[in-house]
């Protein structure tokens, strides 16, 4: 939607390895992405795909035993060689992020509204009645009941869908140019999670930010994103335009994925799922990860990794037989 | 102890409606309560009660699958459990068969429990992590006198039966995924020959690649081994994939059951249409032009539920009537009931009607 303007944030071939005992384990491998100002990218995938640990890296937020390679360009800095002050002064204000489990993302020991009102006066020059004014209007903005008198409860006092409401004020405190969102609606129930998307997607209006959203749904990905990026095994398998990813899907590894979900509107005809496991990340197959599951590998697949090739433009597929598989068949129909 | 599938000699309650199948049904379950004490101070004494079920009436058929649906704290875990007497219920009562399950001796309990099993949500919880799982599997065959020989015999074949290898039984549960773990559970359910599967969650803890080769697995066996389920899950989708026929919960009872279809294509109760339109479709332009109920608040708690219809505070079409006087589930069409004061008509739009008041 906004491709022609300059990227928010320009990730090229981050890499991020854990060492340990029993080997190098690769969680990410040459992420390469691109979020323009107000829009969406969902990132999905399976667990163990990589998902959450990309978020984490371009905070600089995983731990110690990490290493990273790659840049991650933001507003001229390259975020992964940025000094710790610097990155301070990033996360939550220029940077903010929402967790899956808003239970033990907050203090427990300190009330919600301070809890806000210490990120308000960590990036700004406002003094607590101002800090703590700001942070009843985020609550109530987020749809908090009665804002005031709830400011003052603790997080043990808020309800799931109540705490993930705070949790996204306290991201959206200082107004962020990029939201993280880790699974946000994972925790919630059904109903809740409804409300929770919407008030994601009115904030994100209201302050014209742009948003990662991290899911294994694609549903939620359905109703919320503008560009999606799929992940399998470490490796972006696809990456395109919502539309592109559910309609022109160009990888065996999303359209296997979609195959397997049953549809709330659809039919009882048996679910094609994918055969076997997801690989062991410290001992991956050699050539294309996928291969060992997918219905179309050859030979050829076992040989090397795919690289990521355009099907459109700012479309991008991961398959050694794309072009037979998908191009040709655009063509040919 | 009496085959299964005889007439019922006495029946607490007569039959629901007349228009329900010809068969009796397996599973029988009426105004079932589960109340759990809430316990304050030095003595632990009871300062009030969660009321998890508060009078449920349900039944399952031969041969069917009952999805179960609703959020956290609706009681449906708590249903499953109740059924099974693992939880003791306070109240009520459940037919297996012609037998009542709330009666049942610690000893007919044992035999009833090999003929209606349980599937756990948590594959990594459900498994004794120091038992190889051939053991696992032949254990409740060998505690219902099977011979040590033929139990591990039909423990690898069982194994085979679900997607594992027999040789597999030598090996402990962390050794496999959760996938396959999950595999190894329905095995163990499988292993006495049950009429009845209780399915708690069975597939939200796997990924979804895996969820669909678990759910086909499911479908398989039933057919096989002419099985009956109930399914309980808050994955609607996967509901709406797995079932015959549907209840949805909330706060503690059914607010309304039906035939799938039914249900999913023309709900009556305002919560079940709220619950549907919450759920996202995994298809973009759907979702665009989707009209959304957005329900206000979250689900009450149980421990201090609302009075009258316990939906009413969340409800779009509370009236008067719904804050005093609490609905009963009642038939409105063959095989469809609702618990409702004002339940929508057949192809009815919850958003016309709201539109209308």
């Known amino acids: 939607m906004t491709n022609n303007s300059e990227p928010l944030i320009s990730v090229k071939d981050l890499s991020v390895a854990f060492r340990t005992p029993d080997g190098l384990v690769r969680a990410v491998i040459d992420a390469t992405f691109d979020i323009h100002p107000g829009e969406v990218l969902a990132v999905v ?289 | 102890m009496t085959e299964i599938g005889v007439e019922p000699s006495l029946s607490p309650l007569p039959p629901l409606s007349p228009s329900e199948m010809g068969t009796p049904p397996v599973l029988s379950v009426r105004d079932l309560v589960k109340e759990f004490p809430i316990r304050a101070g030095v003595f632990r004494r009871q300062v009030g009660s969660v009321k998890a079920l508060s009078g449920v009436t349900l039944d399952v058929f031969e041969n069917e699958t009952l999805g179960v649906v609703g959020e956290s704290g609706c009681g449906k875990s708590t249903l499953g459990r109740s059924i099974l007497r693992l939880v003791e219920p306070t109240a009520g009562t459940v037919m297996f068969g012609d037998q009542d399950v709330t009666l049942a001796s610690r000893r007919e309990l044992r035999h009833l429990r090999g003929k209606m099993q349980m599937v756990f949500q948590d594959p990594y919880a459900s498994l004794n992590p120091r038992l190889p799982v051939g053991d696992t599997v032949s254990e409740p065959m060998r505690i219902h006198g099977v011979g040590k020989k033929e139990a591990a015999e039909r423990s690898g074949d069982l194994l085979e039966r679900v997607g594992l290898l027999a040789e597999h039984g030598n090996r402990y549960p962390h050794e496999f995924s959760g996938g396959q773990r999950q595999r190894i559970g329905i095995a163990r359910a499988l292993s006495l020959r049950p009429k009845l599967i209780i399915l708690d969650e069975p597939v939200s803890a796997l990924d979804v690649s895996i969820q669909a080769q678990v759910l086909n697995l499911l479908q398989e066996l039933q057919q096989e081994f002419d099985l009956s389920y109930m399914f309980i899950a808050h994955d609607l989708s996967v509901v709406r994939y797995t079932s015959d026929r549907v209840a949805v919960m909330y706060l503690g009872s059914v607010a309304e059951i039906a035939d799938s279809d039914v249900l999913y294509e023309s709900p009556a109760h305002p919560y079940t249409h709220s619950l549907l339109s919450a759920v996202p479709i995994a298809d973009p332009r759907r979702e665009r032009t989707r009209e959304r109920i957005l329900l206000q608040g979250d689900v009450p708690s149980p421990a201090n539920p609302p009075s009258g219809c316990t939906f009413h505070p969340r409800c779009p079409l509370a009236a008067d009537r719904c804050r005093t006087e609490t609905p009963q589930l009642v038939e409105i069409a063959p095989r469809h009931q609702v618990a409702c004061h004002f339940p929508l008509g057949p192809g009815e739009s919850l958003m016309e009607r709201v539109a209308g008041l």
């Open chain 1, 45 to 333: 995938g399976e667990s163990g795909s990589g998902k959450s640990v990309t978020a984490l890296a371009l905070m600089r937020l995983h731990p110690k035993n990490a290493e990273i390679t790659g840049s991650v360009m933001f507003n001229g800095h390259d975020l992964l060689t940025a000094s710790e002050d610097e990155m301070r002064a990033i996360r939550g204000r220029d940077i903010a992020m929402i967790f899956q489990d808003p239970m033990t993302a907050m203090n427990p020991v300190f009330s919600v509204g301070s809890q806000i009102v210490e990120v308000i006066r960590l990036h700004r020059n406002v003094n607590k009645k101002q800090a703590w004014e700001r942070a009843v209007d985020l609550l109530q903005m987020v749809g908090v009941p009665d804002p005031k008198a709830r400011a003052s409860q603790y997080p043990h006092e808020y309800s799931g869908g109540m705490r993930q409401r705070a949790m996204i004020a306290m991201a959206i405190a200082n107004d962020p140019r990029l939201l993280i969102a880790d699974e946000p609606t994972t925790a919630l129930d059904v109903t809740v999670q409804a409300q929770v998307m919407e008030v994601l997607h009115d904030v994100q209006q209201a302050t014209g930010s742009a948003m990662m959203l991290i899911t294994h749904d694609l549903g939620v990905v359905a109703g919320s994103a503008d560009r999606v990026q799929v992940m399998y095994a470490s490796r972006v398998m696809e990456s395109g335009s919502v539309d592109e990813i559910f309609y022109e899907t160009s990888n065996p590894y999303t359209s296997a994925l979609l195959d397997s979900i049953p549809d709330i509107e659809g039919s009882r005809e048996l679910l094609q799922p994918i055969p076997g496991n997801p690989p062991s990340l410290l001992n991956p197959p050699s050539g294309c990860a996928f291969r060992p599951r997918c219905a179309h590998a050859t030979q050829e697949c076992g040989d090397s990794v795919p690289q990521m090739v355009d099907v459109s433009p700012a479309h991008m597929s991961r398959c050694h037989r794309v072009d037979e598989l998908y191009r040709l068949a655009e063509v040919s129909s």
